[in-house]
């Protein structure tokens, strides 16, 4: 929606801006969680955990509100008053255009798992693994939310100048490096150390996760780009995500006081995203001539 709205010369810069949703809310979530952390642990276990969980409900009604106040976008609206709209878009995705959401899976893989398994299984395996301070990590997660709120917002201007593909296919490259030196300074526990080790993987896989948004949308036709879109994220949310640290937590225990195994996944996974998007890049020049064509027939 973000991007359909806009100028179509600034559309990866006015998409990234949905994704500021990841950062934002990792920074409310590290907040609620270290406020009612202050809380005597009786009290946290009785009723202090409901306390984060009741206060999400506010930010339900303000997505509500803000979305009942969104008009469809200058596109849809044309593909509306032509009649090509999709009675069952969904369906259609499904059946032709399955490549095309796998492939978009695939190339979010770095943004979604990448974040998992930073901001989730890199808490349980400092604190667990290597014996770390759950506060201390805490700390260093806190700060490296921020250093991906502005990597994010700046991710989105570059790549609007030097290209989306070209971006992501940097940041993807980039992203299958990045978990070698973070393992190294974070194994040394001092705390600059882990900052800039975790901010380094970070800066890679959030500026490919911000930059995708835009990209997806010249992807899919505007008939069926919003129900496409939103399959290929959910099911790499489910898929990706969901196993990220479980996969890391098996790797953790199999390899004991090794973090090479969890690197060279985690470059794995870059490296899924890359193959796709190089793929996706092909289907996006051709999607984009076919939608210019149909705009200016109308």
């Not at 969904?90 to 796998?102: D, F, G, M, P, Y």
């Not at 693994?129 to 201007?157: H, K």
Request: charged fraction near 10%; aromatic fraction near 10%; hydrophobic fraction near 55%.
């Amino acid at each position: 929606m973000a991007g359909e709205h806009a100028p179509k010369a600034r559309r990866t810069f006015f998409a990234s801006f949905a994704q500021l949703g990841s950062p934002a809310g990792l920074i409310l979530s590290l907040l609620a969680f270290r406020t009612v952390s202050a809380m005597d642990k009786a009290t946290f276990l009785d009723w202090g955990w409901r306390l984060p969980f009741l206060a999400s409900a506010l930010l339900l009604i303000v997505g509500i509100l803000i979305r009942s106040g969104v008009a469809e976008s200058p596109e849809f609206e044309t593909m509306k008053a032509r009649k090509l709209t999709a009675r069952l878009p969904i369906a259609e995705v499904v059946r032709s255009a399955w490549r095309t959401v796998l492939l978009c899976l695939g190339a979010n893989v770095i943004g979604v798992a990448g974040a998992w398994f930073v901001n989730t299984f890199m808490l349980n395996y400092t604190t667990q693994t290597l014996g770390f301070d759950r506060t201390l990590i805490l700390n260093c997660l806190f700060v490296v939310a921020f250093i991906q709120l502005g990597t994010q917002l700046t991710a989105g201007w570059v790549a609007q100048r030097l290209g989306a593909a070209k971006f992501l296919k940097c940041a993807a490259a980039l992203a299958m490096l990045s978990p070698y030196p973070m393992f190294v300074l974070v194994s040394s526990g001092q705390p600059v150390a882990i900052v800039v080790g975790v901010a380094l993987a970070v800066m890679c896989m959030s500026s490919s996760y911000a930059v995708m948004a835009g990209f997806m949308t010249d992807v899919f036709a505007v008939r069926v780009r919003y129900s496409a879109i939103s399959l290929a994220y959910q099911s790499c949310a489910a898929l990706a995500g969901g196993l990220t640290p479980l996969i890391g937590t098996v790797l953790a225990y199999r390899y004991p006081g090794q973090w090479w195994p969890l690197a060279v996944f985690y470059s794995a996974l870059a490296a899924i995203s890359l193959i796709c998007i190089v793929r996706l890049d092909r289907k996006r020049n051709a999607v984009s001539r076919t939608s210019d064509a149909v705009l200016v027939e109308s």
